[in-house]
């Protein structure tokens, strides 16, 4: 790091529910130097005297315009939030059997006869707009700050900045995430940049690094298994890892495939939401306005603290949640304007939320056969009730013989904010578990009674019956990747003219097994690379003659790079990428990085 020259890398954790920014100096990759940013605008426009390591993930608007965001949000103020949610339609609401689970906070966004459908989004706003409108907040907070941090050096600093997304996610997600950033300012200074990483790598970055400093190098063993269980707002996202080196410097790998699922603590709040509409009457509640039930109101805010003090072992536990002006009425506990919540209601408002993340756990420790310890991490990780409960599940479940040890370490709601920096310093996870299979629309032989006719077309160059219905995979899932490296399959173009540009149709899979065909309902597009063929040299051009004319080919080799939460093609020839590639998904666009 030292023969680098001298930056700021800064984490950016966007939430479901709360944002965090921490930073750091490359020249200082110590745990212990990340710097938090913890105060926020208030009310009246001026930063107060909070001192908080994250904002809410909140904005509202007037007149269609951006107006405050975050703790500038009084009480019943009309706000959006849970937006990110809505940036990913492929990532799995829960896992396992949603016939245990209560409708996805995918479906409360879009039901506008729901008290909660503020949660929704404005009228004439994708999600990624409205991302990106508040993370336009966020960026001229930070920088503001980082002004007075650093008022002489800042201008000429250069900025990595990290932004985190959940494990689950798609690709397409990622990338919205990612240009969301970049049009809220986010890497729109020349010697800018981003990347991403996904948030239980990020944690993991942090905790096990920050462990390691506390308490020495004694404190893992080569070929320990750790899982790390991200609890959020919105998901939940899991990952077991490795430690394959210890000395001299930590380095995990992914164990297994992670896992995870909007299973977050955002879906206990809208079980308590339908509970208050039932006992209070469907009617009652729909004629509520964001005053009474959005996070903001003295009803969410009363609930979100009785959330955080709920416990397992203290049935005696009780909560008075004030619900306004209402009829008494004692067979549903509410009285004198207060909705009495006893620990079995907290159970069962816990219970679906719980099974899931259970499921996941029991899921990941499977796999991973021998775990030593699970991770507990994010804002939700930070209930006793989950804590204890899954300490239960250790200890009872099918896994006690492991003996495995549940884990909460220090500074849990910063940690991936903080853990994004560190990867941006370099990381400790070196090798990564692909998460689907990864391959190309090319071209095959014709094999009669397997291809269908409509699929077949004449190639003049090899004077062979194809198939264009065809997927060949090159990166199968479950494969362990090493940091950098590179999958590679061959593939060619012929043409009656030199074509000046050539486009790659990716696809994925997330079966145990791809099928090769393009009709099967379990590969879906993953999206598109053009690359320009201006700059190929004529060299790259086979050249031959026939009755009709002439022909020509060319042969390249389709490489694909993954990290944490990003993903790289690009068309090589001769160990050199020609021309520029753009990455499509779902009409969003990032161009390719080549070199």
């Keep these: 790091m030292s023969s680098e020259r001298h930056r700021l890398i800064v984490g950016v954790d966007f939430g479901t529910t709360y944002t965090g920014i921490a930073y750091l100096h490359s020249q200082n990759t110590d745990a212990n130097e990340i710097e938090i940013i913890s105060s926020w605008p208030g009310r009246n426009g001026m930063v107060d005297n909070r001192t908080l390591e994250k904002v809410p993930t909140e904005i509202s608007y007037h007149v269609g315009t951006p107006k405050e965001w975050g703790y500038q949000l009084a009480a019943g103020t009309h706000r959006y939030g849970c937006f990110k949610l809505l940036l990913d339609g492929r990532t799995p609401q829960r896992p396992g059997s949603l016939a245990d689970a209560p409708p996805s906070y995918d479906t409360i966004m879009m039901d506008s006869g729901n008290a909660n459908a503020e949660l929704g989004l404005p009228p004439g706003r994708s999600a990624s707009t409205v991302t ?22 800042l201008q000429s600093t250069p900025i990595h900045f990290v932004l985190t997304t959940p494990a689950v996610w798609s690709h397409e997600a990622q990338n919205a995430t990612s240009q969301a950033a970049r049009r809220a300012g986010f890497g729109s200074r020349g010697t800018d940049s981003i990347s991403m990483v996904s948030e239980p790598e990020a944690a993991a970055s942090y905790y096990l690094k920050d462990m390691h400093l506390q308490y020495g190098a004694d404190i893992f063993s080569e070929g320990e298994k750790i899982v790390i269980c991200d609890c959020g707002g919105g998901t939940v996202d ?26 977050g603590s955002t879906a206990i709040d809208r079980a308590f939401l339908q509970m208050v509409r039932e006992r209070v009457g469907p009617a009652t509640f729909a004629n509520w306005t964001s005053k009474r039930t959005g996070r903001g109101s003295n009803m969410m805010q009363a609930f979100e603290s009785a959330k955080r003090s709920f416990q397992a072992n203290d049935p005696s536990q009780t909560w008075y949640i004030p619900v306004g002006i209402v009829p008494n009425n004692p067979t549903q506990q509410i009285e004198d304007g207060e909705m009495v919540l006893e620990h079995d209601d907290m159970e069962n408002l816990f219970d679906a939320t719980m099974k899931s993340i259970i499921r996941l756990l029991n899921s990941q420790v499977t796999k991973a056969k021998e775990v030593s310890s699970i991770l507990l991490v994010g804002g939700f990780g930070e209930s006793e009730y989950l804590f204890s409960k899954i300490q239960e599940w250790t200890v009872d479940g099918p896994h006690s013989r492991l003996g495995i040890k549940v884990i909460r370490p220090r500074n849990s709601w910063s940690a991936i904010a903080r853990g994004a920096c560190l990867y941006g310093a370099g990381g400790v996870v070196k090798s990564r578990r692909l998460k689907h299979h990864y391959g190309v629309a090319l071209g095959i032989k014709f094999v009669p009674g397997k291809h269908l006719e409509t699929d077949s077309y004449y190639c003049e160059w090899t004077g062979q019956k194809m198939t264009n219905d065809n997927i060949s995979w090159f990166a199968n899932k479950g494969r362990l990747v090493k940091e950098g490296e590179e999958m590679v399959i061959d593939a060619f173009w012929t043409s009656r ?26 590969v879906v597009t993953l999206g598109r690379v053009d690359c320009s063929l201006a700059m190929l040299p004529a060299s790259a051009w086979q050249v031959k003659s026939d009755g009709l004319g002439t022909q020509y080919r060319a042969d390249f080799k389709v490489v694909m790079q993954i990290s944490s939460a990003s993903l790289i093609f690009k068309l090589v020839y001769q160990g050199k990428a020609y021309g520029t590639g753009v990455m499509s998904f779902n009409n969003v666009s990032e161009h390719v990085k080549q070199k």
């Design 132 to 153: 990106s409108d508040f993370l336009r907040f966020v960026y001229t907070h930070l920088m503001d700050k980082l002004q007075q941090r650093m008022p002489k050096t």
């Design 238 to 263: 899991l990952i077991t890892y490795t430690v394959k080196q210890v000395y001299p410097v930590l380095q995990l790998e992914e164990a297994v495939v992670s896992e995870g699922g909007k299973c």
């Design 497 to 522: 003219t030199k074509l000046s540009a050539v486009n790659i149709e990716l696809w994925s899979c997330s079966a145990a097994n791809a099928p090769t065909s393009k009709r099967s309902t379990e």
